[in-house]
């Protein structure tokens, strides 16, 4: 039976260290690192993750901000209020919170972003620093992944990774990290024949492809690490990952729940970034 990875536990281990890192710059340099969070629209989801976040920020000692927009708001306007923060030394993170209103153009605006404040990664500039393996951003969920693998000593080095999905915002990211760390990288996706016998050489398997318990017992080999980014709700309502944990936890050396596996680490990462470019800003 598997290990269970908990994001829980490794999350406030990081968000302790963040304190302290926020505790320390403050004493030296008297900077307070701030997080703007944008929210354009009236999303239940984006709503609550945001408000765990403006939590998360006071818990760690750091300022936030929170602008909310309503769904009307024009293109330019959202593009002004970037600006504005952009130029706001009080401010060293921007999360432009996702889904936009559909007249918005979402690649515009997160490009619009100084790639000196983009806290979540996703500017091309920053894109580009992971690739060539000298991150200035790392984004939040492959991050938060990495570090998990490293509280649990679990080697990278030499390891066959499979990542299920390619998506800008987990699959690419995180197989660049792992690449980085000297793991052999595979990239599967909706187009792979068969992707079950890709799945089954994985030493380490990243689950990121939307689907409620796509991966079963069947795709993982025996002693594989899993980790399920996906969150889904089934039939019943629950919520749930891309992994059918009961069969394959059996099979697993180690796994990530859902809840309490990856969702756990990805504000911490958020902070561990906003800190990390209010360090920036002080030299």
């Not at 309502?237 to 059918?244: I, W, Y």
């Not at 180690?254 to 990856?262: A, L, M």
Request: proline share 5%.
């Amino acid at each position: 039976m598997a290990e269970i990875i908990d994001g829980k536990k490794v999350s406030e281990h990081i968000r302790a260290e963040i304190a302290q890192g926020v505790e320390k710059l403050k004493g030296e340099t008297d900077i307070t690192p701030g997080l703007a969070a944008v929210l354009v629209g009236e999303d239940p989801a984006s709503e609550i993750y945001v408000r765990n976040k403006r939590k998360a920020c006071a818990n760690a000692g750091m300022y936030s901000e929170e602008h909310k927009l309503p769904a009307k708001t024009t293109e330019q306007e959202l593009l002004n209020l970037v600006d504005r923060l952009n130029n706001d030394p009080n401010i060293h993170g921007i999360l432009v919170q996702l889904p936009l209103p559909d007249h918005i153009d979402e690649t515009k605006v997160l490009r619009a972003v100084s790639p000196l404040k983009d806290v979540d990664g996703f500017h091309p500039y920053n894109v580009g620093l992971l690739v060539e393996g000298n991150p200035r951003f790392i984004s939040c969920t492959p991050h938060g992944i990495i570090k998990m693998l490293e509280f649990y000593n679990i080697d990278i080095t030499g390891k066959e990774a499979v990542i299920v999905g390619r998506s800008n915002i987990v699959g690419k990211p995180v197989s660049m990290l792992l690449l980085h760390r000297h793991a052999t990288v595979t990239i599967g996706h909706s187009r792979t024949k068969p992707l079950d016998e890709v799945t089954k050489r994985a030493d380490i398997l990243v689950a990121a492809i939307g689907r409620a318990n796509f991966i079963t017992g069947d795709m993982v080999k025996e002693g594989a690490v899993v980790i399920d980014v996906g969150i889904n709700r089934n039939e019943e309502g629950k919520l749930t990952g891309d992994v059918d944990f009961e069969a394959v936890s059996k099979k697993a050396s180690y796994i990530t729940p859902v809840p309490g596996g990856v969702g756990p680490m990805t504000i911490s990462m958020l902070l561990w970034n906003t800190l990390e470019s209010a360090k920036a800003s002080s030299k």
